[in-house]
């Protein structure tokens, strides 16, 4: 039985011209080739799966190809030939990993001086180069440096900053980028053709965004994708096997974020979970939903490929969006400081309904900019579209009003703003909570009003947000109040507020612990320590 040859290794690049994605590096090592200016010692570094081993291998067959003429390998020659059936005898592959010690290091420098057998050059190619230890390379230094006439090195590695600047600096280095999700879907769709398998584009868009950038990755996946298929690729295998999320999934999400729909979220997250969804996939898949989402908005033109429901488009706003993709990226940065997978999805959710806008301002700025600004020069089509911030209060707010300085003067900045949010919560767009949870009040006369915001959050806030704001507080004061916004560094706000409460909790629980005589003796026992940084504040 003739042994199965993966479709990795059975559709390797054989010339510089079968090499996906890597065109600046593939055309400056080729010229360098051609021209016979090659450097002896090459550094290739890159992410897994880019072609780093690949283009090492297609350089020793340029560098002893017999026939080159035409500006790329012949593929046809017996030297060609053996390094295609890995027996070609001047061609030495090392993995580093596996040699780390220095005395294999000095047996191949020992080996270099000996003429080759078989072509007139000798190459050696050294995988994950970075695995060598220090002796390792401090050995290496002067042969890399002033190697024989005959000799050749290529160093391929995943981690260049591991490797001594000395070694660097002796090296032509090339970097290979990540490939093209595009150029890796048109690579698998060449290969299904020509190996007469049938498929369909959402299963190779499926495959390509799942490669990360790696072209053996994708590979690998449509194998595996082959054999689920039993011959064939199937979409509804794939999205069941990979419990792969496309944009309609994400439209359902985004629906009941838009309706506030928790309960039916908080199924959906269930069902996902159950069905082995893997949760930091879909937070980066979600991100890039929404970057397409707030291109699609700005112009349809920027997003041709990419999302184009226009129908969730219209639900949130510039300031949604943009607030939406800070949250999900913020989920992600603290993915493995959450101790539940579920918690990990629902928070975000749960803080993109809590700071969207409402559907009227929605409404509002749903249209594109350039609209917007049309509007918005025209101050009777400019009111239209804004909606009022402030809704009538209750009785005792009614009374305060009455008596406006009296009642700023007594009345706590923070207690103050943190009324206002709470009465017009429903009225609030997600920027101008953050604009008043990041604000201070100072009372400058009888008849004027300043709002110190922090100087962080400025480039968040735009000048609708700031109309907003202040056309809220004069309409708190009956509009007998001259409000205005201005941008300082801080001292005391609601957010600092809450720090600073939320520290003194933290204070309280580490003080409580290490006053607990059972958690002495357990400490005392096994000689530990306290974490500081997993103290949770006690908030019974």
Known sequence: MEAYVSLARKWRPKCFADVVGQDLVRESIKSSLVSGNFFQSILLSGTRGVGKTTIARLISKFLVCENTNSGDLCMECKNCLSIDNNNFIDLIEIDAASNTQVEKVRELIDNTHYLPVASEVKIYIIDEVHMLSKSSFNALLKTIEEPPKHVFFVFATTEPKKIPETILSRCLHYTLSSIDPKEISNNLKKILNKEKITYDDKSIELLSKKASGSIRDSLTLLEQAINLGNGKIDYSILKKYYFSFDNDDYCEILKHISNSEINLLSEKIDFYLKNNLEPLNFLKEFLVVLYEIILSKHSTSMNEDGFNNQAIIKLFTYEDLQLFFEIILKAIRDFYHVPYNKMSLMIPLLQMISFKSNKEENMATSMPLNEIEKKESDPKKSNSTLTTLSKKVSKE??????????????????????????????DLGALEKILLQNSEIKLLSKNELILNVDLKVKTMINKVSEDKIIKLLNDFFNNDMNASINYMEITNSLIIEEKKNEDQNILASKQS????????????????????????????
């Open 397 to 426: 707010v009614e009374i305060e009003k009455n008596n406006k300085v009296e009642a700023t003067k007594k009345i706590n900045s923070n207690k103050f703003l943190k009324d206002i949010i709470q009465k017009n919560s429903k």
């Open 513 to 540: 612990i290490e006053k607990d005589t059972e958690v002495k003796n357990i400490l005392k026992e096994f000689n530990g320590e306290l974490i500081e940084n997993t103290i949770k504040p006690n908030l019974d």
